[in-house]
């Protein structure tokens, strides 16, 4: 279990992460949400131990992470750090030497990963051969290859197509299964909405929203009422607690403030005609976040 506990981390003047807490447990999977900017890296670094920091605790397994400790964890950073004049077999035995591993025991399982994201031939070719999909492939082998116990995913799906995408959360999901802790940021909320269990939304550094995505949904009191009728959009504006409605193609979505108002908008809908649908959804995740964030940023 990896346990943040109110850290701190100052650059000079500029505090970048403020006062942050959250606890990830084995099989579980974590999100890092935040705008750019937000101290998302500088909470993975510190994590990871490439950045000190200004206060607080941070334990994997109720340890202190050092030397020891960070043979356990995968990184897969932001900025990528691949290097780029090596071939892929280079690459990856150079990093597993780093984590402790063995050649015999890294070859083993680098063939199972090309095997896995089907590219095999490319074990001997440079890294900057690759595409830039590819080396991202290889960028995640090289943070799993040490079957780490705390795997940090710095944006991992960025630049990836969704055939890729879809992969890489196969991956995630087995790893999770096995008991890894996954920490990772994602700007698409739909990738986060897919698998994530837990999350933290970072605002200047500041947790402003955490907990278990299904709980912050249930809980959260707006919501969306999606209506198939024949109804006027105008009327619907009009009724008390009714923030916004938007017509698509297929239905109208009728956005409320809070769930009390649900029944007045029920009973306006049971006055009109071909009514054959009206649905109450949670809002989605960026809904929640645009929310926290607007909010955040104009206090
Ligand atoms: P992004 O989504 O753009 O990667 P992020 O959430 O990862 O952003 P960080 O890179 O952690 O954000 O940066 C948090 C804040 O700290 C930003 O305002 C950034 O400008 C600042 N910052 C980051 N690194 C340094 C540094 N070495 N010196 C000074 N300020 C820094």
């Known amino acids: 279990m990896l346990k943040v506990e109110n850290v701190t981390k100052y650059y000079g003047d500029f505090k970048a992460v403020d006062n942050l807490s959250f606890e990830v447990q084995d099989g579980e999977i974590f999100d890092l949400l935040g705008v750019n900017g937000a101290g998302k890296t500088t909470t993975f670094r510190m994590i990871i131990g490439l950045l000190d920091k200004t206060e607080g605790s941070i334990l994997l397994d109720g340890k202190t992470i050092d030397y020891n400790v960070t043979d356990k964890i995968g990184f897969l950073t932001e900025e990528r750090s691949l290097l780029t004049k090596l071939t892929v077999k280079e690459q990856v035995i150079y990093y597993g030497v780093l984590k402790g591993m063995d050649e015999k025991s890294i070859l083993k399982k680098l063939d199972y990963w090309l095997e896995r994201f089907h590219i095999k031939e490319y074990k001997d070719k440079k890294i900057k051969e690759l595409s830039k999909g590819n080396q991202q492939k290889i960028q995640f082998i090289t943070s799993l290859i040490n079957e780490p116990k705390l795997l940090i995913l710095d944006e991992p799906f960025s630049g990836l197509d969704p055939i890729n995408v879809a992969q890489f959360m196969e991956v995630i999901r087995e790893l999770k299964e096995k008991g890894t802790s996954i920490i990772f940021s994602s700007h698409r909320m739909e990738h986060v909405e897919l698998f994530c269990e837990k999350l933290v939304i970072l605002v200047h550094g500041k947790s402003v929203l955490q ?82 964030v607007g909010v955040a940023y104009e206090n």
Do not use: M, W
């Open 211 to 292: 907990g278990s995505l299904k709980e912050i949904k249930k809980s959260y009191r707006k919501k969306n009422i999606h209506v198939k009728a024949n109804a006027e959009i105008e009327k619907l504006q009009k009724i008390k607690g009714v923030v916004e409605v938007s017509e698509n193609a297929n239905d109208i979505v009728i956005k409320i403030e809070s769930d009390e108002y649900i029944e007045d908008v029920f009973a306006e809908i049971k006055k009109c005609k071909d009514v054959t649908e009206f649905r109450v959804e949670d809002p989605t995740l960026n809904e929640i976040f645009l929310d926290k």
